[in-house]
């Protein structure tokens, strides 16, 4: 390879990783701008912000979000943490060295004392006692070397950790470890940031991508908070201009047997009668979790799965009265919703309320948002019985939407370009930059100076409403020259005035 051709592949080695990107401007600023109507909105509504560790133990998310799922079976970026003080051993000499760190830090409490090191740990002082054994008598064992190499790396030197995939169960455990069962009861939190999912990439679909989700915990579970909760969110929606966006709803029961599971078990006996005519998943899925069945988008299945019981049909009282209260709620509300029968969480923990909102220009993955009830897991993670409802909005593909929409154009531009020459001049030039962006205004101070041509056409390219120009002249005289680019109009002005004039303008962004 010539040096040219190695260079170039250097160069080319370093880019972000597949389902993963980066974020630039202008686009930020829409970013930025939805996360601030959030921060605003939620504001509006009681809510505090919670800024939960971007990683957390592996058993966390395996307990919240259940272990059968695809997000934690096989989405999730796993690794195992580890002391600093001791290393994996390379050769086999280390091994004896090993053992006794490993010992020491597990009698420690260092390593995860786990049943499963402490047998490793035993398992690898016999082996290592027998290989001794061996070699005294001068023998060597290819099967013990093996053996040996086994039990040493079955040793977890530290915790199993997972990049979040979603931010449900660290707001839970936060709750949980924070006492805020002692708060005034609903604790309301919400949280924006990037959340890690092994999917295959596509439009609207990423590995790392950004939610922005609330949830209220603790309390009653009066059907007035999960109408509030849709309340707020579709007033961001609004706020942030998203437009066409549909709100489903449905509800789900509670997991008992006059309820969901009553309802689960017909569902999953009229679904055995049909299952020939099912694809592979859906019939797997009769078995490990029939409610995901009528998550199936599969053309051939939709005739079918519109023959099957509803869960409307199959709620008990209290279940049925607490979702004809929600409804009657968003409506005192003025809040538009479609029913959704099909809408389901397949954990049992979740419960009654479920809804989703969609929007347009998004394709396949054209949800924007989905949430509901969660009564039992607080509980489930260690915590005293809470109640809990909450949503995650995808903010990716609410941003994809905006810019389909035609809402998601943020102009990036500067107000004032200073175009200045000569030392006397860069002085004024460098004090009104301050002047101005003390006021909030984007001011281009070029760092060289520059002929006052290239500096307009400079000016221009970056989308400047104004040109300040600065030479000597101007500076001697007192009276500096204002252009507008748009229209190429100029005027002269003192510096106060001038400084005023643009004052009393509205900063661009
Ligand atoms: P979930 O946490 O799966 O209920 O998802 C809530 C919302 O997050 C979805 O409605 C999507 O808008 C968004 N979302 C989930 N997974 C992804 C992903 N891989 N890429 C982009 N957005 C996603």
Same mark, same amino acid.
Request: with cysteine; hydrophobic share 35%; charged share 30%.
């Given at each position: 390879?010539?040096?040219?051709?190695?260079?170039?592949?250097?160069?080319?080695?370093?880019?972000?990783?597949?389902?993963?990107?980066?974020?630039?401007?202008?686009?930020?600023?829409?970013?930025?701008?939805?996360?601030?109507?959030?921060?605003?909105?939620?504001?509006?509504?009681?809510?505090?912000?919670?800024?939960?560790?971007?990683?957390?133990?592996?058993?966390?998310?395996?307990?919240?979000?259940?272990?059968?799922?695809?997000?934690?079976?096989?989405?999730?970026?796993?690794?195992?943490?580890?002391?600093?003080?001791?290393?994996?051993?390379?050769?086999?000499?280390?091994?004896?060295?090993?053992?006794?760190?490993?010992?020491?830090?597990?009698?420690?409490?260092?390593?995860?004392?786990?049943?499963?090191?402490?047998?490793?740990?035993?398992?690898?002082?016999?082996?290592?006692?027998?290989?001794?054994?061996?070699?005294?008598?001068?023998?060597?064992?290819?099967?013990?070397?093996?053996?040996?190499?086994?039990?040493?790396?079955?040793?977890?030197?530290?915790?199993?950790?997972?990049?979040?995939?979603?931010?449900?169960?660290?707001?839970?455990?936060?709750?949980?470890?924070?006492?805020?069962?002692?708060?005034?009861?609903?604790?309301?939190?919400?949280?924006?940031?990037?959340?890690?999912?092994?999917?295959?990439?596509?439009?609207?679909?990423?590995?790392?991508?950004?939610?922005?989700?609330?949830?209220?915990?603790?309390?009653?579970?009066?059907?007035?908070?999960?109408?509030?909760?849709?309340?707020?969110?579709?007033?961001?929606?609004?706020?942030?201009?998203?437009?066409?966006?549909?709100?489903?709803?449905?509800?789900?029961?509670?997991?008992?047997?006059?309820?969901?599971?009553?309802?689960?078990?017909?569902?999953?006996?009229?679904?055995?009668?049909?299952?020939?005519?099912?694809?592979?998943?859906?019939?797997?899925?009769?078995?490990?979790?029939?409610?995901?069945?009528?998550?199936?988008?599969?053309?051939?299945?939709?005739?079918?799965?519109?023959?099957?019981?509803?869960? &409307?049909?199959?709620?008990? +009282?209290?279940?049925?009265?607490? *979702? @004809?209260?929600?409804?009657?709620?968003? =409506? /005192?509300?003025?809040?538009?919703?479609?029913?959704?029968?099909?809408?389901?969480?397949?954990?049992?923990?979740?419960?009654?309320?479920?809804?989703?909102?969609?929007?347009?220009?998004?394709?396949?993955?054209?949800?924007?948002?989905?949430?509901?009830?969660?009564?039992?897991?607080?509980?489930?993670?260690?915590?005293?019985?809470?109640?809990?409802?909450?949503?995650?909005?995808?903010?990716?593909?609410?941003?994809?939407?905006?810019?389909?929409?035609?809402?998601?154009?943020?102009?990036?531009?500067?107000?004032?370009?200073?175009?200045?020459?000569?030392?006397?001049?860069?002085?004024?030039?460098?004090?009104?930059?301050?002047?101005?962006?003390?006021?909030?205004?984007?001011?281009?101070?070029?760092?060289?100076?520059?002929?006052?041509?290239? &500096?307009?056409?400079?000016? +221009?390219?970056?989308?400047?409403? *104004? @040109?300040?120009?600065?030479?000597?002249? =101007? /500076?001697?005289?007192?009276?500096?020259?204002?252009?507008?680019?748009?229209?190429?109009?100029?005027?002269?002005?003192?510096?106060?005035?001038?400084?005023?004039?643009?004052?009393?303008?509205?900063?661009?962004?």
């Amino acid at each position: 390879m010539s040096d040219a051709t190695a260079k170039k592949e250097e160069r080319r080695k370093f880019q972000a990783i597949r389902g993963t990107r980066d974020l630039l401007p202008p686009e930020t600023t829409l970013w930025n701008r939805v996360e601030q109507t959030a921060h605003e909105v939620f504001a509006t509504f009681g809510y505090g912000e919670i800024r939960p560790p971007i990683f957390e133990p592996t058993e966390l998310f395996a307990r919240a979000v259940g272990g059968e799922t695809d997000i934690v079976s096989k989405e999730m970026y796993t690794f195992e943490d580890r002391p600093e003080e001791v290393e994996k051993p390379q050769v086999f000499q280390d091994f004896e060295r090993y053992l006794r760190s490993v010992q020491e830090l597990f009698e420690k409490s260092r390593i995860p004392q786990s049943k499963e090191n402490e047998e490793a740990i035993k398992q690898l002082e016999r082996t290592l006692k027998k290989a001794s054994d061996a070699h005294a008598h001068q023998l060597f064992d290819v099967g013990m070397v093996a053996t040996t190499f086994y039990w040493a790396n079955a040793i977890k030197l530290g915790d199993e950790l997972s990049l979040r995939p979603e931010a449900t169960a660290s707001v839970c455990r936060a709750y949980i470890e924070h006492n805020m069962q002692q708060l005034p009861q609903p604790v309301k939190l919400y949280y924006t940031g990037p959340m890690f999912r092994r999917e295959r990439p596509q439009k609207g679909r990423y590995r790392q991508f950004y939610q922005i989700g609330a949830e209220v915990l603790g309390g009653t579970d009066a059907p007035a908070i999960d109408a509030e909760v849709i309340e707020m969110l579709m007033t961001f929606f609004d706020k942030v201009g998203l437009q066409g966006a549909t709100l489903y709803i449905n509800s789900i029961g509670h997991n008992a047997d006059n309820c969901r599971r009553g309802y689960v078990a017909g569902l999953k006996a009229a679904l055995e009668k049909v299952k020939e005519k099912l694809g592979p998943d859906s019939q797997r899925r009769i078995d490990t979790n029939p409610l995901r069945v009528l998550d199936s988008k599969l053309e051939s299945e939709q005739v079918i799965i519109a023959t099957l019981p509803r869960i &409307a049909d199959h709620l008990c +009282d209290e279940c049925k009265t607490h *979702y @004809a209260e929600v409804k009657r709620q968003l =409506e /005192v509300r003025g809040v538009l919703y479609q029913e959704n029968w099909r809408l389901v969480r397949g954990l049992d923990y979740y419960m009654r309320t479920t809804f989703e909102i969609t929007a347009p220009g998004l394709g396949s993955q054209n949800a924007v948002c989905g949430g509901g009830r969660y009564d039992g897991l607080v509980e489930l993670l260690g915590g005293p019985p809470a109640k809990g409802i909450g949503f995650a909005i995808g903010e990716d593909r609410l941003i994809l939407s905006l810019q389909e929409s035609g809402k998601g154009r943020v102009p990036q531009r500067r107000d004032v370009y200073i175009a200045w020459m000569g030392e006397r001049a860069y002085a004024a030039a460098i004090r009104a930059a301050k002047d101005l962006r003390k006021s909030g205004f984007s001011v281009e101070l070029p760092p060289v100076e520059q002929k006052f041509g290239k &500096a307009l056409g400079q000016a +221009d390219k970056l989308g400047a409403k *104004y @040109a300040l120009i600065l030479g000597d002249n =101007e /500076v001697s005289e007192a009276l500096w020259t204002l252009k507008t680019l748009a229209t190429g109009e100029q005027a002269k002005l003192t510096e106060p005035d001038l400084l005023q004039f643009l004052r009393n303008q509205k900063p661009a962004t």
